[in-house]
């Protein structure tokens, strides 16, 4: 099959590379629809993170089942799948506590972008569209393959209740993601920190009240001045610090 390597930074190739089998009896192998390049490949390509050797590229993917270990109850072959980045097998105690990317068994699902994914843990890891997903949602589908996924579990774990004002610092895929699910989850001011003028636009189509363009302490400044000296319920940092891609990090201003 097709797939993506990184070799060393801006040296990606498209290679042949073995199509892979069912390992585990809770592996699923996936043919994929659709797959994309996430912010945080870039990174590697771009030489900011090491490349310790020939790398399969790519997290985020949906596709249709083509096989299931023994032990697969959930999920059945010809199903069209979305996927998460990080396997979790949806039952033990982190899981049912609404953190799956720390699950106690989880495994990173890496080397997405071929034509060919095994999933481990497939049952808690793999999500069922049901119906035929017309070829316009695709895309949105990939979204909540990661994106979409880790804007939520930034508003889910800041724990926004209806009425609440947050702001979201960064206005990348997730924190334009962030900005809908504060909106699903009834947020009634959402100030998006923003500097480029298609990503506001975006922002405030996603349900952004507010845009701050000012970073820093300038930033937090214009924050309390918007709210009357008080600051946000919370804020969410979702942008490239320190190498830790796509985990977003929950802080009060209050
Ligand atoms: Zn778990």
């Not at 939520?152 to 702001?167: I, L, S």
């Amino acid at each position: 099959m097709r797939a993506t390597v990184l070799h060393a930074p801006r040296d990606i190739r498209v290679e042949n590379r073995p199509v892979p089998v069912v390992q585990q009896s809770t592996d699923a192998v996936i043919r994929t629809v659709a797959t994309c390049v996430c912010g945080s490949d870039l990174w590697d390509y771009r030489g900011v993170n090491d490349v310790a050797g020939p790398t399969p590229g790519g997290h985020e993917y949906i596709g249709v089942v083509e096989e299931v270990g023994g032990d697969v109850t959930g999920i059945k072959p010809g199903q069209l799948v979305v996927g998460s980045f990080f396997a979790s097998d949806n039952t033990c105690p982190n899981c049912e506590n609404g953190y799956q990317t720390s699950c106690l068994h989880r495994e990173f699902v890496g080397g997405a972008q071929a034509e060919y994914v095994r999933v481990p843990l497939a049952d808690g890891t793999l999500v069922h569209v049901p119906g035929d997903a017309a070829e316009e949602y695709i895309p949105s589908l990939l979204a909540c393959s990661d994106v979409m996924g880790t804007g939520w579990y930034a508003a889910r774990a800041a724990e926004v209740k209806p009425g609440d004002t947050v702001a979201v610092v960064g206005d990348g895929a997730v924190g334009l993601c962030a900005v809908i699910a504060a909106r699903e989850l009834g947020a009634e001011r959402i100030i998006a920190m923003s500097r480029h003028e298609p990503r506001q636009k975006l922002a405030r189509e996603f349900g952004a009240t507010d845009i701050v363009a000012e970073r820093g302490q300038r930033g937090a400044a214009r924050i309390k001045e918007l709210t009357g000296g008080i600051g946000a319920d919370a804020v969410w940092r979702l942008s490239y610090l320190s190498g830790n891609a796509c985990c977003p990090s929950t802080i009060s201003v209050n």
